[in-house]
């Protein structure tokens, strides 16, 4: 009983920490703010030294297709079209009744959008293409998405199979060469020399025997998922009545808004209790129809399991019944909402997040915010580390505001299975990276690359595998994706953050998602922790890096929650916190007055900190970065 209590405490105090960092200004509305990295940062762009772009001629084979493509979501259009432009056979299946997954049918029609601080377009190719189609605008219109997207898709040498379902892969080994499909009532086998998995959860390759991890489970975190949204369609809003109220009138604070697409509203929804604790309703992202209907994303669903059909129709149904309390609310509390009706909802739930394959390459929290580049980059992106919450308890957090970073090829070659790509969510991301490479675009970027990636190995016949490691290969590819429209320019972004003592262990504390540093990226480098802050961080540290080490919290919380206050950290209380876990509880009344110097004698402090906070009374954010770094390879030592 004892012990249920020590949890339940924890966990709350785990949230409150959480949701006391939230608050610190880290709400959706701020998105529209200068990242302070933005200011600071340079970009300096590289010489491509790019051979010139090979003309890829594949043999003909009759009896199968080159590429077959599953999954007509927005990066399977994409994965391919590329194919197609470069000799491949290709076939695409989608289970719906036409092209577009998410976009058309889960009507996500705001474009999350990375481009460079002068502005410039980063996922360019296809999805330049398809950004044109729609007229250039961020929020677009669902019916006319899907004519571009079959625009794209009408060349020569690709084959559409609609209401075309997957059921599995078709192996030789450890190698796929087809797959089985169910069409109209009766299971088909196609037959295929590359297969690009283009579903949203990576359907093929778990199948196939891809090793994956779902949600947060790579950061220690098991059972946490991103919350899914219901987009839901209203009728009988004035657009032009609205911009005057938002742009003019000034009536909702922190909120934006242009002829297609509206944002913000925070400060009226976060005022709507919920008919259940399941259901959260966020800041509105509103695109605009060509019908004048508005299409809201805004509906947050906690505990849909995006794998198991039975949990995706109970969130439909949980959401769907509490619309019409929201569009009340909306028409008494938001002007220009007092004439809204609801007009219908998307047919399916947008599904943020379910597996994340392991690949060749794992692109990881710190390559994203701190804008590496790689020699296979693929895809480049800029978009807010946007993590939604995972369940009631949390609000959801930005992990930071990248300039630019890029997407290696290796992160859509999974491990395990040869002939076979993974392009858009469920690529190799960790669970935090995933917060900003899971968007679209750089999905539809991955598409390309599949594309040409998946003709020039029929070409050349060589692996995916065997592709990873040749940098002749690379840039081949590399040349004829750039020939074809893409923007994958070398890049290298100079900032002062990496200069600091103390980045190992930021980047460290960051890896485990123990920091939230915001759309601004504030490390806090030189303020004061608060003992709550620290004491949180070194626990979840454990419990998340050495989970085989986890009962030193339980077994430590009695003595230690002496320390779960808001005030500042002395370093004599941080030394006492890394002793106890590091298993000294019963020597430090022996050294009252001189634990700092203990801690590091016992390696839990480093040569550097040690020597850096000699003449200091408190502990500041960097310093705790470098003690959390110190004291999980302590732990990890034995």
Not at 293 to 306: F, Q, R
Not at 345 to 372: C, M, P, Q, S, W
Not at 451 to 464: L, Q, T
Not at 571 to 598: H, M, R
Request: hydrophobic share 40%.
């Amino acid at each position: 009983m004892q012990k249920r209590y020590l949890k339940t405490m924890i966990s709350f105090f785990i949230v409150l920490v959480l949701i006391i960092t939230a608050v610190d200004g880290y709400f959706y509305v701020e998105k529209y703010k200068k990242s302070s990295q933005e200011t600071k940062a340079k970009v300096v762009e590289g010489n491509e030294n790019l051979p010139k772009p090979m003309k890829l001629n594949l043999p003909e084979d009759g009896s199968q297709y080159d590429v077959i493509v599953v999954g007509a979501e927005p990066e399977g259009v994409a994965a391919a079209r590329s194919a197609a432009k470069n000799d491949a056979k290709v076939l695409i299946i989608d289970n719906h009744d036409g092209p577009g997954g998410l976009m058309t049918y889960g009507m996500l029609n705001t474009i999350d959008m990375s481009v460079s601080p002068d502005g410039t377009l980063l996922t360019q190719g296809t999805f330049k293409e398809f950004f044109k189609g729609i007229g250039s605008k961020n929020s677009f219109d669902v019916k006319r998405a899907k004519e571009v997207f079959l625009k794209l898709l009408s060349l020569p040498k690709i084959t559409q199979s609609y209401n075309t379902a997957f059921v599995k892969p078709i192996m030789d080994g450890n190698k796929i060469i087809g797959i089985t499909a169910l069409k109209d009532g009766k299971e088909v086998n196609f037959y295929g020399k590359r297969i690009i998995d283009a579903t949203q959860d990576a359907l093929v390759a778990a199948s196939a025997g891809v090793p994956y991890t779902i949600g947060a489970e790579d950061m220690g975190v098991k059972g946490k998922v991103q919350a899914s949204t219901l987009v839901f369609r209203l009728k009988g809003l004035d657009w032009d009545n609205l911009i005057k109220i938002i742009k003019y009138e000034k009536k909702i604070p922190a909120t934006y808004i242009n002829d297609t697409s509206a944002s913000g509203f925070l400060s009226i929804t976060k005022k709507y209790k919920p008919s259940t604790q399941m259901l959260r309703l966020r800041g509105l992202n509103l695109g605009r129809q060509d019908d004048g209907t508005v299409l809201v994303n805004a509906l947050l669903i906690y505990g849909v399991d995006g794998l198991n059909k039975s949990s995706i129709e109970k969130g439909m149904e949980l959401a769907k019944k509490e619309l019409p309390r929201i569009v009340q609310f909306f028409r008494e509390n938001i002007p220009g909402f007092e004439k809204a009706e609801l007009d219908g909802t998307a047919d399916e739930l947008y599904v943020r997040e379910t597996r994340h394959i392991k690949g060749y390459y794992t692109l990881d929290i710190n390559d994203v915010v701190f804008n590496r580049d790689f020699y296979d980059r693929i895809a480049i992106g800029s978009y807010p580390v946007d993590v939604q919450a995972t369940s009631p308890e949390d609000v959801g957090f930005v992990y930071g505001k990248p300039v630019e970073y890029a997407v290696p090829f290796r992160c859509i070659v999974p491990e395990k299975v040869d002939n076979l790509l993974v392009v858009g969510r469920s690529a190799s991301y960790s669970h935090l990276a995933a917060g900003s490479a899971r968007t679209i675009p750089i999905g539809m970027a991955e598409g390309d690359a599949a594309g040409v990636a998946s003709a020039y190995s029929i070409a050349k016949n060589k692996s995916f595998a065997e592709m990873t490691k040749s940098e002749e290969d690379i840039k081949n590819i590399q040349s004829i994706l750039v020939s074809q429209g893409a923007y994958i320019k070398p890049f290298k972004v100079e900032e002062n953050v990496e200069k600091s003592w103390a980045f190992d262990g930021l980047k460290f504390v960051f890896h485990w998602g123990l920091i939230v540093p915001g759309y601004t990226n504030d490390y806090k480098f030189d303020e004061n922790i608060e003992s709550i802050s620290f004491y949180y961080m070194a626990s979840n540290m454990i419990k998340r890096s050495i989970p085989d080490k986890s009962q030193l919290i339980d077994d430590d919380y009695k003595y230690l929650q002496k320390y779960i206050v808001d005030k500042p950290l002395t370093k004599e209380e941080a030394a006492d916190i890394l002793l106890t876990y590091a298993g000294y509880k019963g020597e430090t009344d022996k050294y009252t007055g001189s634990l700092y110097d203990l801690a590091h004698e016992k390696g839990l402090i480093s040569d550097v900190a040690y020597q850096k906070m000699k003449d200091t009374k408190y502990v500041k954010w960097e310093d705790a970065y470098d003690m959390m770094l110190s004291l999980h390879n302590y732990l990890n030592s034995f």
